[in-house]
C-alpha cells in the first residue's frame, strides 16, 4: 500500500510518542518534529509508510543512538502475554472450532498492542478476551473456510510477526498447526517501533514451536527490498505465508497470492484500502 | 495557551482538511504538508496555536491567493443554523432557566462545529440538542452563579466570536442579555478556518442584537499583538468579555480577569492546560 497524504501527521505522532519514551524533554521532543519535518519533502507517495517509517528511524538513531526506544514497553507486554498463555490455550482447549478460536486470539493480540499505545486500558482487554462470550467485534473479510483448506495442503507456512507480546497469541495460532507441517517464524532484524525482534520471540517461547529467523528489516513491516537473501528465499517457497497486522500489510498489500492478511484495521487509510471498515478484523487472501 | 508538541500533528492534519476542500488533487495536498513541514522549525513553544496557524495560512494565502476554502462550509452551517433559529428559541422559552439554557444551548453550537469537521452526523447532533431531555455531555468547570452575577452589573458585554453557524447559537444566549447592556461582537477579519467573519455575523443577524465589529485578527484565535487599536480600546474597556470556543481560549488564556471562557473541551492538549476533560462544557473565568 502506497503511503497516503493523511498518513503524514501519523509520523509525527508517532515520533512524539517515541520522544516522549526516551525522554521528558520537551525541547528534544520539538527536534525530533523538526527533524521529521525535514524528512516530509522527501517522502514520496510512491513508497509504503514502512518505508518513511524507517527513514524516520535512521535519522532518530543517527541522533539518539541505537537507541531501542521501546524495549521497556515489548519486555512488559511479552511478560503479561506469558502469564495469560495458560488461559488462551485453555480457551482453544473449550472451542468447538479450534483454528478460529486461535485466529480470533491472535488478532486480539493486535487489539492489545493497540490498547498499549493509545488510552484503552489494557487489563480491560485482556478480561474482555478471556471471557467466555468474547468474540472479536466485526469481522470484515473474513476468509476462513478458504484459509482452513490452504493451510491444510501447505507443508511449510511463513508466518510473519508483528509486534513484542502480540507474538504469544501467534504462538497459540501457530501450535494450532505446526505439528503437521514446518513453519518459520520471521521478526525484524532491528528495532522497529514496537515489533518483535529475535530476543521477544525466544522469551516467548517461538523457538519450540517454529523456526525463528530475521527478517533482515529494520522497517516496521516486510518491506521485501530491504529482506535479507536468506529470508526472500523462504518468502518464495513457503507455500503459504500468514502476515500479521497492519504494518506488513502496508509493506506487502501489493503482491499477489500466498499470503493471508491477519489485521485489524486501526486506522481510516488502512479502511479505505482494504474495503473494511474501522475496528474491524480482516483475514484475507491477497 | 503555549502551543505544545503535539499541536504540531494537528496542524498538518489542519492543512489537509484545507487542501481537500481546495482540490481533489493530492500531489497540491502533498505540497501543502511540504510548505507545512518547512514552518515546523520555525514554530517556537512559546507561541500560542492561533498565532502558529496564522503562520501556517499565510503560506496558504501566498501559495494560492487569498482562498476562503471554507466559504461553503460556512455558509452551510449558517443556512442550516438558521433553519433552527426558532426552535432555539422556543426551547429557551419553555426553560426554567432561560440564561442556564441558552448558555448550554451556545456551547452545543460549538459542539456542531466540531462535527462538521469530524465524522459525526451534524443532524443526529441537531437533533439531540433539540430533544426535550437535552443537557450537555459533561460540565467540567462551569461557573454558572459568577457569570450571572458578574452578567447582572455589566453595563458592556464585548463577545468574542467563534465559528460560522455557531455564532445563530451566540446570537440566542446575546438575546438573553442584550436588552440591559451594550454588547458588542467580535470576529475574525479575514478568513480562518471555519471562524465567522462580519459577512457570518450579518447573515445571521447578530446585527440586530448587537455591535459587530472585526477583531482585526486573520487567526482563528484573538491574538491579541494583532488585533486592531480599535478593537484594543473595546477589549479594555468593557465590564465583561464572554470568550467562545476553543481558539479564543488559546489565545487569551494568559489573561488575568474579566474574561469568561466558554467552549467545549474537544483535544488533550486543552483537557490538560484547563483541567477539565475531553468532552467537558467549560465556563470559566480566568
Same mark, same amino acid.
Given at each position: 500500500m502506497k503511503m497516503f497524504v493523511e498518513c503524514i501527521p501519523c509520523f509525527f505522532k508517532q515520533a512524539l510518542e517515541m520522544g516522549r519514551l526516551f525522554t521528558g524533554n520537551e525541547l528534544i521532543h520539538k527536534e525530533m518534529m523538526d527533524e521529521v519535518a525535514a524528512l516530509v519533502p522527501k517522502f514520496?507517495?510512491?513508497? %509504503?509508510p514502512p518505508e518513511m517509517a524507517r527513514e524516520m528511524h535512521q535519522v532518530f538513531e543517527k541522533r539518539f543512538? =541505537?537507541? !531501542?526506544?521501546y524495549k521497556g514497553i515489548k519486555d512488559k507486554s511479552n511478560r503479561r502475554a506469558m502469564e495469560i498463555y495458560p488461559k488462551l490455550k485453555e480457551k482453544v482447549a473449550r472451542s468447538n472450532d479450534r483454528l478460529l478460536t486461535a485466529l480470533e486470539l491472535a488478532i486480539a493480540g493486535n487489539v492489545i498492542d493497540y490498547a498499549a499505545k493509545n488510552t484503552l486500558n489494557i487489563e480491560e482487554e485482556i478480561q474482555k478476551l478471556l471471557?467466555? !462470550?468474547? /468474540? #472479536?467485534?466485526e469481522k470484515g473479510v473474513f476468509e476462513y473456510e478458504d484459509f482452513k483448506k490452504d493451510l491444510e495442503v501447505a507443508e511449510t507456512v511463513l508466518y510473519l510477526a508483528d509486534n513484542a507480546g502480540e507474538i504469544v497469541f501467534d504462538r497459540v495460532l501457530i501450535e494450532e498447526f505446526c505439528g503437521q507441517r514446518k513453519v518459520i517464524f520471521a521478526v525484524r532484524d532491528k528495532p522497529a517501533i514496537n515489533d518483535a525482534l529475535l530476543e521477544d520471540a525466544i522469551f516467548c517461547g517461538i523457538d519450540k514451536v517454529a523456526e525463528v529467523i530475521s527478517s =533482515?528489516?529494520? /522497517? #516496521?513491516? %516486510?518491506v521485501l527490498k530491504y529482506c535479507s537473501q536468506e529470508f526472500l528465499r523462504i518468502f518464495n517457497q513457503a507455500d503459504l505465508i500468514i502476515s500479521k497486522g497492519q504494518g506488513n500489510y502496508e509493506a506487502l498489500s501489493e503482491g499477489r497470492g500466498r499470503i493471508y492478511f491477519l489485521f485489524k484495521v486501526k486506522c481510516p487509510v488502512i479502511a479505505r484500502h482494504s474495503g473494511a471498515t474501522l475496528g474491524d478484523i480482516v483475514l484475507r487472501r491477497i
Amino acid at each position: 500500500m502506497k503511503m497516503f497524504v493523511e498518513c503524514i501527521p501519523c509520523f509525527f505522532k508517532q515520533a512524539l510518542e517515541m520522544g516522549r519514551l526516551f525522554t521528558g524533554n520537551e525541547l528534544i521532543h520539538k527536534e525530533m518534529m523538526d527533524e521529521v519535518a525535514a524528512l516530509v519533502p522527501k517522502f514520496s507517495l510512491g513508497l %509504503t509508510p514502512p518505508e518513511m517509517a524507517r527513514e524516520m528511524h535512521q535519522v532518530f538513531e543517527k541522533r539518539f543512538g =541505537g537507541q !531501542d526506544f521501546y524495549k521497556g514497553i515489548k519486555d512488559k507486554s511479552n511478560r503479561r502475554a506469558m502469564e495469560i498463555y495458560p488461559k488462551l490455550k485453555e480457551k482453544v482447549a473449550r472451542s468447538n472450532d479450534r483454528l478460529l478460536t486461535a485466529l480470533e486470539l491472535a488478532i486480539a493480540g493486535n487489539v492489545i498492542d493497540y490498547a498499549a499505545k493509545n488510552t484503552l486500558n489494557i487489563e480491560e482487554e485482556i478480561q474482555k478476551l478471556l471471557r467466555d !462470550d468474547f /468474540a #472479536p467485534v466485526e469481522k470484515g473479510v473474513f476468509e476462513y473456510e478458504d484459509f482452513k483448506k490452504d493451510l491444510e495442503v501447505a507443508e511449510t507456512v511463513l508466518y510473519l510477526a508483528d509486534n513484542a507480546g502480540e507474538i504469544v497469541f501467534d504462538r497459540v495460532l501457530i501450535e494450532e498447526f505446526c505439528g503437521q507441517r514446518k513453519v518459520i517464524f520471521a521478526v525484524r532484524d532491528k528495532p522497529a517501533i514496537n515489533d518483535a525482534l529475535l530476543e521477544d520471540a525466544i522469551f516467548c517461547g517461538i523457538d519450540k514451536v517454529a523456526e525463528v529467523i530475521s527478517s =533482515g528489516v529494520d /522497517a #516496521p513491516g %516486510t518491506v521485501l527490498k530491504y529482506c535479507s537473501q536468506e529470508f526472500l528465499r523462504i518468502f518464495n517457497q513457503a507455500d503459504l505465508i500468514i502476515s500479521k497486522g497492519q504494518g506488513n500489510y502496508e509493506a506487502l498489500s501489493e503482491g499477489r497470492g500466498r499470503i493471508y492478511f491477519l489485521f485489524k484495521v486501526k486506522c481510516p487509510v488502512i479502511a479505505r484500502h482494504s474495503g473494511a471498515t474501522l475496528g474491524d478484523i480482516v483475514l484475507r487472501r491477497i
